[in-house]
């Protein structure tokens, strides 16, 4: 059955994409359910695009497809990109909110032709699955990294590591223990959550327990990351002087405004920030505030499936809009350009993004809104957790 479907794959998409009349992109992300509001930033981010650079590459129309996946099920992941390819003959697949997700694409992307953008999952061995796989987000080895240095520069010798059991979790932890025993830290604990974890007074307590002086924390952004937060404070950990540290899913800026005074302090490393300070960034968020119709609703999917449509009409340029997606992908190996967050790099080996990861501290403006603040720069960061992938 496996090998029918894929060899109707090949067969369709050779046969009649070159005569599309429209050339489609296929988006897979949670559109409903708990992490909707990430799947709406893949489109503010894609109707961004599109406003400021126009529908269309050359004499070619771009018309982008949505698919709804509201939670983590490979199974039907696997089945939408399917009928993507098969019933509505996309060109290019893109989006994908969690890891196993878009692992669960990969094996069908040869055979189908088509190349697949990573507009968000974020474990760093997705690449290597497939020669056909590009990402424009980032990668929770190259955002936790360089948090360690922080942790470390702030005095803090013992730490406790406290993550979400899957890829992405997993990734997190590796990255920030190598990273923080290697400036002379130690983790003296390291706790693995269910996905589904939504009570954290457990956890707090043994974080308390550990007799460590900061928690690292990585869980995907979403309610849990805010019943997370909110459970450092009520269970009084920030008051007892047990510092946090994450990468900045912790405080995506959706979620700062239900946090308030919580957060102020809160350092977090990250890819993005919206209030990040250039010119790319102003044009971004005008049109992607305009397409989600709340700018409190921006985060950062929005900048991933951003720059993800530049991928791919960088793509369909290359190739003038024929299905080729060897060639596709080989014409953006090498890419740079300046993305809303900084200057970004498709890295040739690996096809992974080479970009800017910053030191953000939440912070309270003048008019009362919350916001992350860039206090310093880690400039041009690959992704350490390739090597480990291999």
């Known amino acids: 059955?496996?090998?029918?479907?894929?060899?109707?794959?090949?067969a369709i998409v050779m046969?009649?994409?070159?005569?599309?009349?429209?050339?489609?992109?296929?988006?897979?992300?949670?559109?409903?359910?708990?992490?909707?509001?990430?799947?709406?930033?893949?489109?503010?981010?894609?109707?961004?695009?599109?406003?400021?650079?126009?529908?269309?590459?050359?004499?070619?129309?771009?018309?982008?497809?949505?698919?709804?996946?509201?939670?983590?099920?490979?199974?039907?992941s696997k089945a939408l990109a399917q009928e993507l390819v098969v019933k509505e003959k996309v060109q290019y697949l893109a989006g994908f909110y969690f890891t196993p997700d878009a692992m669960a694409v990969t094996p069908i992307l040869q055979q189908a032709n088509t190349p697949l953008v990573i507009m968000n999952a974020a474990t760093s061995a997705i690449?290597?699955?497939?020669?056909?796989?590009?990402?424009?987000?980032?990668?929770?080895?190259?955002?936790s990294t360089p948090i360690a240095k922080v942790a470390h520069d702030a005095g803090v010798g013992k730490v406790i590591s406290v993550v979400s059991d899957y890829g992405p979790g997993v990734d997190a932890e590796n990255a920030f223990k190598a990273a923080f025993e290697k400036e002379g830290g130690q983790v003296v604990e390291a706790i693995r959550m269910p996905l589904s974890t939504n009570d954290f007074s457990p956890i707090m307590q043994r974080i308390k327990d550990s007799g460590a002086q900061g928690v690292f924390a990585f869980l995907p952004s979403g309610p849990t990351t805010l019943g997370f937060v909110k459970a450092y404070n009520e269970n009084g950990l920030k008051a007892?002087?047990?510092?946090?540290?994450?990468?900045?899913?912790?405080?995506?800026?959706?979620?700062?405004?239900?946090?308030?005074?919580?957060?102020?302090?809160?350092q977090t490393t990250f890819h993005y920030a919206v209030s990040h300070d250039s010119p790319e960034n102003k044009a971004f968020v005008e049109a992607a505030a305009k397409a989600i119709g709340n700018k409190a609703e921006l985060s950062f999917p929005a900048v991933g499936a951003y720059d993800g449509m530049h991928v791919i009409y960088k793509m369909i340029e290359a190739t003038g809009g024929k299905q080729d997606a060897a060639k596709a992908v080989e014409a953006v190996k090498g890419l740079t350009?300046?993305?809303?967050?900084?200057?970004?790099?498709?890295?040739?080996?690996?096809?992974h993004i080479t970009q800017n990861i910053y030191l953000r501290e939440v912070t309270k403006a003048d008019d009362g809104t919350y916001y992350n603040k860039e206090v310093q720069t880690f400039e041009k960061q690959g992704d350490p957790g390739l090597k480990a992938a291999k």
């Open 240 to 266: 007892a002087g047990i510092k946090f540290f994450a990468p900045g899913d912790l405080t995506q800026e959706s979620d700062l405004p239900a946090l308030g005074d919580a957060a102020l302090g809160i």
């Open 15 to 76: 046969s009649t994409a070159a005569y599309a009349d429209a050339i489609k992109v296929g988006v897979v992300g949670p559109f409903s359910g708990p992490f909707a509001l990430q799947g709406k930033n893949f489109k503010a981010g894609i109707d961004a695009y599109m406003a400021i650079n126009g529908n269309k590459v050359g004499d070619n129309t771009v018309e982008v497809i949505y698919r709804d996946l509201p939670a983590a099920d490979p199974a039907k």
């Open 1 to 10: 059955m496996k090998r029918f479907v894929l060899t109707a794959v090949a």
């Open 127 to 143: 690449v290597t699955k497939s020669p056909l796989v590009v990402r424009t987000s980032f990668t929770t080895w190259q955002t």
């Open 337 to 351: 350009w300046v993305s809303p967050r900084g200057p970004v790099l498709i890295d040739p080996e690996s096809r």
